[in-house]
């Protein structure tokens, strides 16, 4: 015997005779769930309980972050409800909704055996009085347990794998059909800039698509791109998320059926109004599209009886950042302006598009959305209501 095992074999051995000499009254409450018993049980015992409850709780919290998952509504005015990924209303977020529910499905049957199991192994085979005199049986090794618990897993990975590598190549490998409308989004710190370069349109933070019925397919074609830092596209009922990456030229595609709002959000930190970075989806019925395309192609209005707030409006360094279509302004560092007045919010979905929030942006873009790149200008009030003026005609 080495030294070492020597050691260890009269240390036990020692354990042992404590043991045997201990009071029987003092060892039968070592056993008892009472707290305060004098014990070396139960305090491992109340840690082991403490460390269940805790990742109760951590299981409870998830599935509430799952359940709650994309809900996002404007920070001044309206809500759009909730936006499930559990209620997909488009290809390919019907297809991913499905393989996902197939892959939970199996995932939580092994779940459930396991756990099952666990259970009746810590209930049946508790700690018992008495227990410490007796050893309980000592198995090594079965060659038909570790053979099922090896090859089942692999037969169940392999199943996972081909569902859902099917599905990915079913998306991925999706052609753009002629009658495809293409349209280019470009994530900026916080706001989301929206190009169709075959109808010439710019656009910001509402992207129209055109629905899908059973006359035609019209499926909307995203090329995913960044002029800052990395963002993430997400609309949960239409598709899942992908990533806008600076340098780089992601692809993606959404094939809504159903007209209506749906609302989404930048789903990649980065940075402070990350949350505040929504974007908004409009479905529109094929003629309602067409119609806001040819509105979209119109130039700016020129309305004569605002000229002092185009005054004030070109006079400031407004134009340094925006672009008015047909004028002077060509700024690109914020939001195209051309038809301001055709879109329901302010602010990448901050705050829906009012007289009062107008003002209120115009006046301190800070107060609706702090951190914003867009500064304080000091406008006097008069100015205020000239600007908000003129950008009310922009329609
Ligand atoms: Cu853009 Cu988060």
């Known amino acids: 015997m080495s030294s070492h095992n020597e050691k260890l074999f009269f240390a036990l051995q020692e354990e042992v005779s404590v043991r045997d000499k201990q009071d029987p009254e003092t060892f039968a409450n070592e056993t008892k769930d009472d707290s305060t018993a004098p014990s070396l049980v139960c305090p491992t015992m109340r840690l082991r309980h403490h460390k269940i409850f805790r990742a109760v709780l951590l299981f409870a919290f998830a599935l509430t972050c799952v359940a709650f998952a994309g809900h ?48 009746y192994a810590i209930v049946r085979f508790r700690h018992r009085a008495g227990d410490e005199l007796s050893e309980p049986p000592q198995v090594y090794g079965s060659n038909q347990i570790e053979l099922a618990w090896t090859v089942l897993p692999i037969l169940i990975v392999f199943v996972l794998i081909l569902v859902t590598s099917r599905t990915v190549a079913d998306i991925q490998n999706r052609k753009p059909p002629p009658t495809a409308v293409q349209a280019t989004v470009i994530g900026h710190q916080w706001w989301w800039e929206i190009r169709y370069p075959e109808l010439g349109i710019v656009t910001a933070n509402e992207l129209h698509v055109p629905a899908s019925d059973r006359i035609g397919s019209r499926p909307t074609f995203l090329k995913l791109q960044s002029a800052d830092v990395a963002h993430s596209f997400w609309v949960p009922q239409l598709s899942g998320k992908t990533d806008l990456i600076p340098n780089r030229e992601n692809l993606m595609w959404i094939e809504p059926t159903i007209p209506g709002t749906y609302p ?82 302010l602010a990448s979905g901050a705050a829906t598009n009012t007289t009062d929030n107008l003002r209120l942006w115009v006046r301190d873009p800070q107060k609706i959305k702090v951190g914003c790149l867009m500064p304080n200008m000091q406008l006097t009030d008069n100015e205020v209501d000239q600007v908000v003026a003129y950008l009310q005609t922009l329609k």
């Open 72 to 119: 996002v509504e404007p920070v001044l005015g309206k809500t759009d409800g909730v936006t499930s990924i559990l209620r997909p209303l488009s290809q390919p977020a019907q297809e991913i909704k499905e393989t996902s529910l197939l892959v939970l499905a199996i995932c939580g049957s092994i779940f459930a055996v396991v756990a099952g199991l666990l259970v």
């Open 264 to 345: 989404g959000n930048c789903a990649e930190y980065c940075g402070t109004q990350h949350a505040r970075m929504l974007i908004r989806v409009v479905v529109d019925s094929p003629r309602e599209f067409e119609q806001w395309v040819r509105e979209q192609q119109q130039p700016a209005s020129v309305e004569t009886n605002e000229a002092e707030g185009r005054k004030a409006f070109f006079g400031n360094s407004c134009v340094n950042c925006h672009t008015i279509a047909g004028t002077s302004a060509q700024g690109k560092f914020g939001p195209d302006l051309t038809h301001l007045m055709s879109r329901e919010t």
